[in-house]
């Protein structure tokens, strides 16, 4: 006599099997429902934290078919004891490439507003950008900003990114960066007077960044304030060394270089 299942649903309409992956510390992955996304920091008691670029941690529950990896659902279990070892993370808060060599330098650029500017684009996304093949160079200024860029001549294969100090309605910078007016290049900045300010205070040990009277080096003016010895030389290496990753610095300098990367890349 032949059996038949009591699932009469036709198999068009059962749901596929989808792949189950462990939630290793670093996996980075989206949770539907809230279109949060962050890297896997532990998984306890059915959840899985979720740490977002900036810092920010949710909790989820580990149930099935509940996030997107790469686009594609997944379910995510627990690591089994003893599995693969914690991937590495850039200081940008990517996935590092072990073995990963640094690509043939593209034609597009990305500039910024001074050496410190550069150091810390450096420090921070460095492993980024040779990866993508982009380099970095530093302006002296943005006063010949169109001019520097009719000379660069971006194009589709030579797009310029610059990344401006002080970017605020109404500033010089922002009228200078209006006059820019190439497709192929884009200017973007912070809102802060220098590339310091965009260094969390937390991360150096300081309750905030002190205010500078107009008229005063603001550089000579925060070292004053701060107490350090008047050497803006040394209080950059200073703050410098406190910046290990993309959590010692603020969203407003963060999402600019993204977008920059994002622009000179696509």
């Not at 749901?15 to 290793?24: G, I, L, R, T």
């Not at 009277?213 to 008047?230: F, H, I, S, Y």
């Amino acid at each position: 006599m032949r059996q038949y299942s009591a699932d009469l649903t036709p198999p068009w309409k059962k749901p596929q099997p989808v792949p189950e992956v462990a939630a290793e510390p670093g996996l980075v992955v989206e949770e539907p429902g809230t279109g949060f996304c962050g890297a896997v920091i532990r998984c306890e008691a059915g959840t899985v934290t979720l740490e977002d670029r900036f810092g920010k941690h949710r909790v989820f529950p580990m149930e099935p078919r509940g996030f997107l990896l790469e686009g594609r659902v997944v379910t995510l279990v627990r690591p089994a004891p003893g599995g693969p070892a914690r991937p590495t993370r850039t200081a940008s808060g990517s996935v590092a490439v072990p073995g990963a060599r640094a690509r043939v330098a593209r034609a597009g650029r990305i500039y910024v507003e001074g050496r410190h500017d550069a150091e810390l684009v450096e420090k921070v996304w460095g492993d980024d950008l040779r990866i993508e093949g982009v380099v970095v160079e530093y302006l002296e200024g943005v006063d010949d900003l169109p001019s520097i860029v009719s000379e660069f001549a971006p194009g589709p294969d030579a797009r310029l990114g610059v990344l401006v100090d002080h970017l605020v309605p109404g500033s010089k910078e922002w009228r200078i960066a209006q006059s820019v007016t190439s497709e192929h290049a884009l200017v973007v900045g912070h809102p802060y007077i220098d590339i310091w300010e965009a260094v969390k205070p937390s991360s150096l040990g300081i309750g905030a960044w002190p205010r500078i009277p107009r008229g005063q080096d603001w550089k000579t003016g925060v070292c004053r304030a701060l107490g350090w010895p008047e050497n803006t030389g040394a209080a950059w290496q200073r703050i410098l060394s406190g910046v290990h990753s993309y959590k010692d610095l603020e969203p407003e300098l963060l999402g600019r270089v993204e977008e920059l990367i994002d622009f000179v890349t696509a």
